[in-house]
Structures are given as structure tokens and as C-alpha cells.
């Protein structure tokens, strides 16, 4: 950790990005430190966090929403009763001040994340729940759909040949870990109307696609076993994946009310899940 003497003899953005790489290397380690919390700091380290801020308030370049942030923090870091929890929202948010104020963005894959690696044998499955992605185009949209999936008990993904690669860096930046901890395959699943999947039984799944011109979410009549499909962010779902659903459960619509009267595929996805998880 560089000494505060030193770091206030750097040029301002240079000192400001310094800053940025301490606290966010202090946030990683809380958020990896297994229950040990604020105990993982030394006296030393934490008067550190307390005169850096301290010589952050000093600085007028700042707004006066920064100000107060920095006056909030000033207090946890001075504080000798502070938990875990009040340390890292302070760091969190000191951090963030310093990125917009050095003209840095951050993504959600590159917020600290405390789950560590991802335990299969924890997910809660609702077997027989599949989802086809139908020719995402997206790395980001697949990652994250890869990530609503799995939070939502789907139990396999199917991909279409044309789908964006699941292992992509961007895909697997957005989706966290979830590529590694829920099945999926590559497979084209309509090459013929009737060639959908089936269960154990040997039984049809009831297929749906989630495409605009269908039954409100509200009221379609989610299975408790079955295929959704969601597809192309440009084009939609597919002729025959359509011709498929329709022979099945149809479609389901997400009702809009703005003038754009569209979503993102993957939100549009997260939303026809958590409708879809609450049928047991």
C-alpha cells in the first residue's frame, strides 16, 4: 500500500486511480475473507482508508454529493465498531466516486462478486423446466440468460447452431459462473415441426415460445413441465419453432405500455421465467 506522503505528491488522476486499486483490492479481500469481516484489516490499514478519505474531502473538485458520501465513510472508517458489512459499502463507494471522477465505467461482470465458486449441488431444479435460445445473437444477452436460468431453476438449455458461443469471454463475464454450473447443448431442435424434446417418459414436452402477438403473461397457462423459446433479438422466434409452439401451448406476451412497446430479449426472458418458476 503506497504511502499517503507519496500518493499526495502524484498528479490528481494518477493519485485517483492509485486510490481506485486499494479500495478495490480491500473490497476483494472482505468480500473473500469467509466470514472474518472487518477483523481482516489491521489498525494500520483501516487509518489508512480513514486519512485517504479524510484527504479526499479536502479536495474542492468534488461535488457536494461526493462530499457527503465521503463525510458518511469518513465516520465508518473512524469508527472502531464498524462490521464487515458498513467497511465494505464504504470502500464500495468510495471506489465508485473515484471511477466516474476518472472517467471509468465499470460493468456488472466487473463489480467484486463475494459468492466465490459456484456449487451445482446447491441449485434448486425444477426438472422438466428446458429453455431453447434460438439464434441469440448477443454474447451479453446469452451470458445473461445463461444467469437467469440458473437462478430460476431451469434444469438444461438448449442452443440453436446459430446461437452465440456460451463461451465467449463476454458471455461468460455476464453470466458468472452459471455456463459452468448448468447443463446446456448445442442442438438444432425444430429441423421438423413435430421434433421437439420429451421427457423421461418418453412423452412430448408442451412447448411455448415467448414472442409478442400471444397470451399476456398473467394469464397464460404456464406447465409445470416443459420448452420455452426465446429468440432472435432482431427477428424473433423462428417460422418453424412457431409452428411448433403454436401445435403446443402457443405463445406467451409480455404486456408493454411505453411507445417502444419492446424489451431486451434477456430481460423480456428473466421476466417469462419468474413467471414460469411459480408454478411448482
Not at 471522477?101 to 467484486?112: H, K, L, M, N, R
Not at 446459430?162 to 463476454?170: L, N, Q
Not at 420429451?198 to 399476456?216: K, N, Q
Request: with cysteine; net charge neutral; glycine share 8%.
Amino acid at each position: 500500500m503506497i504511502p499517503l506522503y507519496k500518493l499526495e505528491k502524484l498528479p490528481r488522476t494518477q493519485k485517483l486511480r492509485k486510490l481506485v486499486k486499494i479500495f478495490s483490492a480491500a473490497e476483494n479481500r472482505l468480500c473473500m475473507s469467509a466470514g472474518k469481516g472487518a477483523k481482516i484489516f489491521t489498525d494500520m490499514e483501516l487509518n489508512f482508508f480513514y486519512e485517504a478519505v479524510k484527504f479526499l474531502k479536502d479536495d474542492v473538485t468534488f461535488s457536494k454529493d461526493a462530499k457527503n458520501v465521503f463525510n458518511e465513510t469518513f465516520t465508518v472508517f473512524q469508527s472502531g465498531f464498524a462490521n464487515g458489512g458498513q467497511i465494505r459499502r464504504a470502500l464500495n463507494c468510495v471506489k465508485h466516486i473515484l471511477l466516474a471522477e476518472t472517467g471509468s465505467d465499470q460493468a456488472d461482470w466487473d463489480f467484486t462478486d463475494s459468492s466465490g465458486q459456484l456449487d451445482p449441488q446447491k441449485r434448486q431444479i425444477f426438472e422438466g423446466k428446458h429453455v431453447y435460445l434460438e439464434d441469440i445473437r448477443s454474447p451479453f444477452n446469452v451470458g445473461a440468460m445463461f444467469r437467469t436460468a440458473e437462478s430460476f431453476g431451469v434444469e438444461k438449455i438448449f442452443l440453436s447452431p446459430f446461437c452465440a458461443d456460451p463461451r465467449h469471454r463476454r458471455a461468460e463475464r455476464t453470466a458468472m459462473g452459471c455456463i459452468d454450473i448448468i447443463p446446456w447443448e448445442r442442438r438444432e431442435l425444430f429441423t421438423e415441426p413435430a421434433n421437439a424434446l420429451t421427457d423421461c417418459s418418453g412423452e412430448p414436452l408442451p412447448v411455448f415460445a415467448l414472442e409478442t402477438g400471444g397470451i399476456p403473461l398473467e394469464k397464460f397457462p404456464f406447465p409445470q413441465r416443459g420448452l420455452l423459446i426465446a429468440g432472435s433479438e432482431e427477428l424473433g422466434v423462428s417460422p418453424r419453432a412457431l409452428e411448433a409452439a403454436d401445435a403446443s401451448l402457443g405463445r406467451v406476451s409480455i404486456p408493454c405500455y411505453g411507445t417502444k412497446v419492446s424489451l431486451n430479449v434477456s430481460v423480456a426472458f428473466g421476466i417469462a421465467l419468474q413467471a414460469w418458476a411459480r408454478v411448482k
